[in-house]
């Protein structure tokens, strides 16, 4: 069934592409026919003209002999198939009087109706419109039908009957899908337009490149042009990290002006004290210097497996956006990608990396429960105002600073057939929804899930609403242990329960053609996402009350482990791998049943085990994999891990909608691309770490130097 209908949507393709070809070549005949074009004699005839009339007259001034390369030209960049976009710079070289480029987004066929519109690039003259440009198309192919076995048979003219025969086909497909949207660029595409935002934000870059400029000048000045890196582990504490993965090291282990000096600065021989004057010690905040050196410093023993567990997790939700957001911008053998998304068992891990973002649940879990016990075992009360302050003001400024850089600035930093999708999407959602991420609520406003501005900050917003309800545990726990561990297991199971509700409710399958239920109703909710959140929590209680399990029943439960996280990864490769030519859900191999036990439990199954598995971790069991987690070079990369998610995305949509023809996915090509965006996106992380997320921390014991708080 599937593959007939491919056969199908495949004959469809090759006589769009002849559809598309031939009304060029239609309007050449047309001039030749003086019954089927109006000549333009003056301006107040070109007036009375209708817009098909005067783009018809376009199409026979180019058609003489002066125009006749210009002609040429325009015909060869048009696009040769559909998903084919054709040469978008040839078209736009002719001149902004003489031709536009064009993108026609056609319906797909209906037994395809799942995969994304078929595009086509054309290049037309630029007195066409929008609104006359399908009339066009209709009349021509009508012309042809009429005229073409009148002529003689000539090379031309042999391949016009040929395209004469389907016809009929394409008039036929054309009746039943029809055009979706045209969209017509101009062939000089203006660099930027007017935008206060944007003037905004280059401004604030320019503030933050000279504040980094200044610091790093007055750090030499105090302390030498580049401080000597402390190694010593007893000057940094793993136990610092904040609840958002952002850090792994102790803030407050070393004064913010503390630096290895080398003899006598030249602050000194100067007679300039930074330590009392606060507008030094504020630009001394942004030294680049200063913070590559917390950048850099070694983790202490005990946790330090969990910068390795940052790190793989943040490459692995990288390897999901960069095949999905390939997707969203357009892939020619769309098809092929699908079958390898459910059909080839290595690949698995490409959906599977959702997963990744439930350990990063996790992990804010077990880290918000263990620094706030610890510091009510130190100072027996929390300051709960900085506990929420401290959150905002880690979180916030790299946020942002991404996410208005991404609706005011990314529009004008890319050109290309397809970018006016993104140019489109930026503005249609963050022009009307930017203040749900300024207040964190972006997972429930709106309600349509592709309706979001910054769609990935979906996992902040979910994130801060945790951590918002946090102390209710943590307080509940400290009274009495009972208590604490019964609400995790009660909002365990509920948050379960309501996962299989909405399954059931919906009748949810996965991997989905139609996953829009899921994505607005489970993927992004608080309380469906719960359950690795509250089981971090759990682990943190286990950990600070020192409970231990024997190193044999660790290493027992080491196969059983895997097993469980095997089977959650790859189990869904069974759905369709008996039936590997069917794909139309009557036809899964899985039923209602099968999806339903997998989309409720899968979360739980990953939680009981990555809980188990880094709980024996923090015993100092593990063997090899725990120390390779634990190795010193994950430590830059595991504090840089928060600015990196933040960026990635924006780095794909820039690389993937400026291309000038869609994408032809290989196995290779996709390896190459994913390396270029991993190391395009921890290279942005670490900008913003050296520019906005570390200077802020430093700002942040600056502005109050006895009221820190570790959250």
């Not at 192919?141 to 040929?162: E, S």
């Not at 070393?254 to 004290?273: E, F, M, T, V, Y």
């Amino acid at each position: 069934m599937y593959r007939k209908d491919l056969k199908g949507a495949h004959s469809l393709s090759s006589s769009l592409s002849w559809w598309m070809m031939v009304c060029v070549v239609i309007a050449v005949i047309s001039s030749s026919s003086s019954s089927s074009v109006l000549f333009v004699r003056g301006a107040e005839e070109a007036d009375s003209l209708s817009p098909e009339d005067v783009c018809l007259s376009a199409w026979k001034n180019l058609s003489n002999i002066a125009n006749g390369e210009r002609l040429a030209v325009m015909i060869d960049s048009w696009g040769k198939a559909t998903n084919d976009l054709g040469k978008y710079d040839e078209c736009r070289d002719l001149g902004a009087q003489v031709s536009q480029y064009c993108v026609l987004r056609f319906a797909p066929p209906p037994q395809l109706n799942f995969i994304s519109p078929p595009y086509m690039g054309t290049c037309i003259p630029a007195q066409c419109t929008n609104s006359s440009f399908a009339d066009i198309i209709r009349d021509g192919l009508q012309f042809l039908n009429d005229t073409i076995n009148d002529q003689p048979d000539n090379k031309i003219w042999t391949r016009l009957k040929y395209a004469n025969l389907v016809l009929q086909e394409i008039v036929e497909y054309e009746k039943q899908t029809g055009i979706l949207e045209y969209y017509c660029t101009p062939a000089e595409e203006p660099s930027a337009r007017k935008s206060a935002g944007a003037v905004v934000m280059i401004v604030i870059c320019f503030l933050l490149v000279s504040l980094c400029l200044v610091g790093t000048i007055l750090e030499g000045l105090e302390t030498g042009w580049w401080p000597e890196v402390d190694l010593s582990r007893e000057s940094i504490n793993i136990s610092e990290p904040i609840p958002d993965r952002i850090h792994s090291i102790n803030e407050s282990a070393k004064p913010l002006l503390g630096g290895a000096h080398r003899g006598h600065s030249s602050a000194d021989q100067a007679g300039i004290n930074f330590k009392r004057n606060k507008l030094a010690q504020f630009f001394l905040c942004f030294a680049v210097p200063r913070n590559f050196q917390a950048l850099m410093a070694p983790s202490p023993p005990g946790l330090t497996f969990l910068n390795g567990v940052r790190v793989i997790s943040i490459m692995w939700v990288i390897l999901g956006h960069s095949l999905d957001y390939m997707n969203y911008a357009g892939v020619i053998n769309f098809v092929h990608v699908v079958e390898i998304d459910v059909l080839q068992f290595t690949a698995q891990a490409l959906p599977a990396a959702e997963f990744a973002v439930d350990t990063f649940f996790w992990l804010s879990g077990f880290l918000v429960a263990y620094l706030t016990l610890r510091e009510l075992q130190t100072k027996r009360r929390v300051n709960w105002f900085l506990y929420y302050f401290h959150r905002i003001w880690r979180l916030s400024p790299a946020y942002f600073f991404a996410l208005f850089f991404y609706r005011n600035l990314t529009p004008f930093m890319g050109s290309g057939p397809m970018w006016h999708k993104y140019v489109e999407q930026v503005e249609g959602t963050c022009g009307e929804y930017w203040w749900t991420n300024v207040l964190y609520v972006n997972n429930f406003i709106p309600t349509v899930w592709t309706d979001q501005c910054f769609l990935w900050g979906w996992y902040l917003a979910v994130d801060f609403q945790f951590y918002i309800f946090a102390p209710l545990i943590l307080l509940a726990y400290r009274m009495r242990k009972e208590v604490g561990y019964g609400i995790i297991i009660v909002m365990t199971i509920l948050s379960t329960v309501a996962t299989g509700i909405y399954v059931k409710t919906y009748n949810m399958q996965w991997n989905s053609t139609d996953p829009k239920d899921y994505m607005n109703l489970v993927y992004g909710k608080p309380y469906t996402r719960a359950a690795p959140w509250l089981l971090g929590i759990a682990c943190a209680f286990v950990h600070i009350e020192g409970r231990k399990i024997s190193k044999r029943v660790a290493w027992i439960l080491y196969p059983i482990i895997g097993a469980i996280l095997a089977l959650i990864v790859y189990g869904p490769w069974t759905e369709f791998s008996t039936s590997k030519s069917e794909l139309d859900p009557p036809n899964r191999v899985w039923g209602n049943m099968q999806s339903f036990l997998y989309f409720t439990f899968s979360k739980l199954g990953w939680s009981i085990a990555i809980s188990v598995l880094f709980y024996t971790f923090s015993l100092g069991y593990g063997g090899l994999v725990r120390r390779f987690l634990g190795a010193n070079f994950w430590t830059p990369l595991a504090r840089i891990t928060y600015s990196t998610y933040l960026w990635h995305p924006i780095i794909m949509f820039l690389v993937y909608y400026s291309a000038e023809d869609y994408f032809n996915y290989t196995n290779y090509g996709f390896g190459v691309y994913y390396c270029g965006m991993l190391i395009l996106g921890f290279g942005m992380g670490a900008m913003t770490f050296f520019t906005i997320e570390r200077p802020f921390v430093n700002l942040e014991k600056l502005l109050m130097p006895h009221g820190k708080s570790k959250h």
